[in-house]
């Protein structure tokens, strides 16, 4: 089935961890982003990349580094994890710019 | 003021009726406007896209845009209690590919 595999699909990570967070899409969908979604607050865009090779800075980009080797993947990194990151974190993807974005099943992180 | 604002509700509406969820932003330039519906626990799904001035209509669901006004808005006729969830609004604003999220509305529908 056609669409967006976020991987792993719940963490619990010690402060100062590195971890990334997979997200893989099979749509050949030129843009993907990454949210992060926490009560109160909304989704909010922490990075995006509108084509493979490139990226770009969201809302809420410190902490977090994202790559764009190829059109179908687009890890997040979180190099040295600090509690505020603790949320559920979304990957999305859109066929071009201003398109429809579709969203991924989500991975709810925790930051201890 | 914040860039997309909506009412968090809870609004609750019995089931048939009218739900009216309205949505404003505040950059003049946005070009395309989305709203997704938000289970519980669950990811933000695309209900309606819309990009120009005036009604569409898919289903249920119509969203009207009025750029003048810098609001968007969605109606959900017959509503059910399968429609219970959070309705967010999106505004892909005129500076690159980067949506703005509202905060979401509550819809409750009760039978």
């Known amino acids: 089935i056609a669409g967006i595999t976020q991987a792993p699909t719940s963490q619990i990570l010690a402060a100062g961890r590195r971890m990334t967070l997979r997200c893989t899409q099979d749509?050949?969908?030129?843009?993907m982003y990454w949210y992060r979604q926490d009560l109160g607050l909304g989704l909010r865009l922490i990075h995006y990349?509108?084509?493979?090779?490139?990226?770009g800075k969201g809302e809420v980009p410190d902490g977090y580094s994202v790559s764009r080797a190829n059109t179908d993947d687009f890890p997040l990194t979180l190099a040295s994890a600090v509690p505020s990151q603790t949320s559920v974190y979304f990957c999305?993807?859109?066929?071009?710019?201003?398109?429809?974005?579709?969203f991924g099943d989500g991975t709810r992180l925790s930051i201890l | 003021q914040k860039e997309v604002e909506q009412n968090s509700g809870p609004l609750s509406v019995p089931e048939g009726a009218i739900a009216s969820l309205n949505c404003t932003y505040s950059?003049?330039?946005?070009?395309?406007f989305f709203w997704y519906r938000q289970y519980s626990g669950k990811s933000p799904e695309l209900i309606m896209s819309?990009?120009?001035?005036g009604d569409k209509e898919d289903g249920r669901f119509t969203a009207q845009l009025n750029k003048a006004s810098q609001y968007v808005s969605l109606l959900i006729r017959d509503s059910q209690p399968s429609d219970s969830a959070t309705y967010l609004c999106?505004?892909?604003?005129?500076?690159?590919?980067?949506?703005?999220f509202g905060g979401g509305t509550r819809l409750m529908v009760k039978p």
């Open positions: 999305a993807s859109s066929i071009g710019v201003n398109q429809p974005q579709h």
């Open positions: 749509m050949r969908h030129n843009a």
């Open positions: 990349s509108n084509t493979a090779g490139t990226t």
């Open positions: 950059d003049r330039g946005s070009q395309s």
């Open positions: 819309i990009y120009s001035n």
């Open positions: 999106a505004v892909n604003r005129n500076a690159g590919n980067m949506l703005t």
